[in-house]
């Protein structure tokens, strides 16, 4: 075998590897961040942060309250009333306007509810007046809104009820109320997009971390062996198609993968074929390691992190053209092998005639 096509391998076995361990890297981050339920609890923090916004008299602590009112509102919520993962700006809108008018059934204390009417008043949505009195202000507001949503829905029934909605806002609500929440919103969750994106990235990495620990998997120890051993890299890169060929569920989003049968079973093949070392106890793992391999040990498990952070949308798409380069190098060898082929059939040939 060519060098060229060597090295290919050697990389294709590696890829093949790394994709199969990021994806359950994956799902276990998936796992953590649904039960922390971390996206809710980043969008709370930036619907706090518009709600600052609209008057200083909205501290920080009042503005959580309102906001996790708004997240946990049945319309908005995840499952089992957990905070809201997604939220539109008119969404946002209409149910600040329910908050400060006492309706709904998420409710706020007295002094958020009382701070949430007075920045309403103060922003243009209704007069001063008593509480009872800026509540049915809020009310009637809402329920022009609403008639409106329903005018233009006759009007123009081919509009998105998300276009007719944010009209029927601007026309019934105009106000500085709604001028600093349009202002604010797409940008907040843009900062909230790269928030939670960071704190992602860190429980990959700690979660690679784990099982590269778990497992003792060293890239170096694992490159050297697939070049040592020609059968093994012949078999992983016989999975390698299989897995580009089969449609891994790692083509999709970071946040979204999933393992089907071809993934598990070459999971089950690297087990087998001792490419992944599941310890059988502490005494096992602990006796894989020795001063004499500490150090690099401990390099090559740092390594291998690194490399499964990058995610397994990356491996997959690094196994699928490399696969390709692999094709064509092993196309073009052939070729080349069919020329040598020919030219010593000929010169044996001449050789022959004189």
Request: hydrophobic content about 45%; proline content about 3%.
């Amino acid at each position: 075998m060519p060098p060229v096509l060597r090295t290919v391998d050697i990389f294709v076995g590696l890829a093949l590897v790394m994709l199969l361990l990021s994806m359950i890297i994956t799902v276990i981050t998936q796992i953590i961040t649904n039960l922390l339920n971390s996206r809710g609890k980043h969008l709370l923090q930036g619907v706090a942060d518009i709600l600052e916004q609209l008057d200083r008299g909205i501290t920080r602590e009042i503005a959580k309250e309102i906001a996790e009112a708004v997240l946990t509102n049945p319309l908005v919520s995840s499952a089992k009333g957990k905070l809201g993962n997604v939220i539109h700006r008119e969404e946002l809108s209409k149910l600040l306007l329910d908050l400060g008018a006492g309706d709904g059934p998420s409710q706020l204390s007295e002094k958020a509810r009382t701070t949430l009417q007075v920045a309403l008043v103060k922003n243009g949505i209704c007069q001063p007046g008593t509480p009872e009195e800026i509540q049915q202000q809020i009310r009637k507001k809402i329920a022009d809104i609403r008639a409106s949503a329903l005018q233009l829905e006759k009007l123009h029934p081919d509009l998105t009820n998300a276009a007719r909605a944010r009209m029927a806002m601007l026309d019934q609500a105009s106000s500085q109320f709604l001028a600093k929440i349009n202002l604010w919103f797409d940008q907040t969750m843009d900062r909230v997009s790269e928030r939670f994106t960071a704190h992602t990235r860190y429980v990959t990495f700690f979660a690679g971390l784990a099982v590269a620990l778990g497992l003792e998997l060293d890239t170096a120890m694992l490159v050297s062996r697939l070049s040592s051993d020609d059968n093994l890299r012949q078999s992983l890169v016989d999975m390698a198609t299989k897995e580009a060929a089969g449609g891994s569920g790692a083509q999709g989003s970071s946040t979204a993968v999933s393992l089907n049968a071809i993934d598990r079973q070459n999971l089950k093949d690297l087990v087998t074929n001792n490419v992944i070392g599941i310890p059988q106890s502490w005494t096992d793992w602990r006796d894989r390691w020795t001063p004499d391999n500490f150090l690099m040990k401990a390099l090559g498990i740092l390594l291998t992190t690194f490399l499964l952070s990058l995610g397994a949308p990356f491996w997959y798409n690094t196994l699928q053209n490399t696969i390709r380069l692999r094709s064509v190098l092993a196309t073009k060898d052939d070729d080349q092998r069919k020329k040598r082929q020919v030219s010593g059939a000929t010169s044996i040939e001449g050789r022959g005639q004189e």
